[in-house]
């Protein structure tokens, strides 16, 4: 059964596919939370609270793209958790681990394969990144992580925000241009070193 037939079964009922649609697009909406969140604990608790209100709101899916609707709503969690928090423009710079240490880099990031040491450079630089995405406003950073990282084209990003394709576009160069401006002299491997792998 492929998605879009889940996604039938699920809306007749069947929490069965329902699950599997959860257990397909988890990894990708925890990613998404963390990334808008930055700590574990939120993060679980929104990916959860997106996936609840997904399932209740099953009967308004018209269809396209499940995985854009999921997003949406995902985001619509995330805002209105940093709603609740009442801290919409700043977000910590480093990520908390388990035991409260900060966390050089979110363990969904963490690649476990070694890699050359040609690599080192690169990855040093994507920490960098990582945390001055992590410094930018929710709504310039939440465009970074629809089209950067997590590689939505603009069309797919505009209708996860429910905002036009063009708010997109000057969104992602406003952020890009800030970055540039936080980086000092490395604009030119911006936005690729975003999602490179670690040495």
């Not at 939370?33 to 709101?57: I, K, M, V």
């Not at 590689?151 to 797919?156: G, P």
Request: glycine share 6%; aromatic share 8%; with cysteine.
């Amino acid at each position: 059964m492929n998605a879009i037939e889940r996604v039938e079964a699920a809306k007749q009922g069947s929490l069965e596919a329902f699950n599997e649609l959860v257990l397909e697009y988890q990894d990708l909406i925890y990613q998404h939370t963390y990334a808008l969140l930055g700590n574990r604990e939120g993060a679980e608790d929104a990916a959860q609270e997106a996936f609840l209100r997904a399932y209740r709101s099953l009967g308004s899916f018209r269809g396209g793209s499940f995985r854009v609707w999921l997003l949406r709503i995902a985001t619509n969690v995330c805002y209105d958790e940093m709603r609740r928090w009442k801290r919409m423009e700043w977000l910590p710079l480093s990520v908390k681990g388990e035991d409260s240490e900060d966390m050089d880099e979110p363990s969904w990031l963490v690649d476990t394969q070694p890699l050359p040491e040609e690599s080192c450079e690169q990855n040093e630089l994507r920490k960098m990144l990582q945390r001055q995405v992590a410094a930018l406003p929710v709504k310039y950073r939440t465009v970074i992580e629809l089209v950067d990282m997590l590689e939505l084209d603009y069309a797919e990003a505009a209708q996860v925000l429910n905002v036009p394709i063009g708010t997109i576009k000057s969104r992602l160069a406003r952020a890009h241009m800030q970055l540039r401006g936080r980086l000092n002299g490395a604009p030119a491997v911006m936005p690729a070193a975003l999602s490179a792998s670690p040495c």
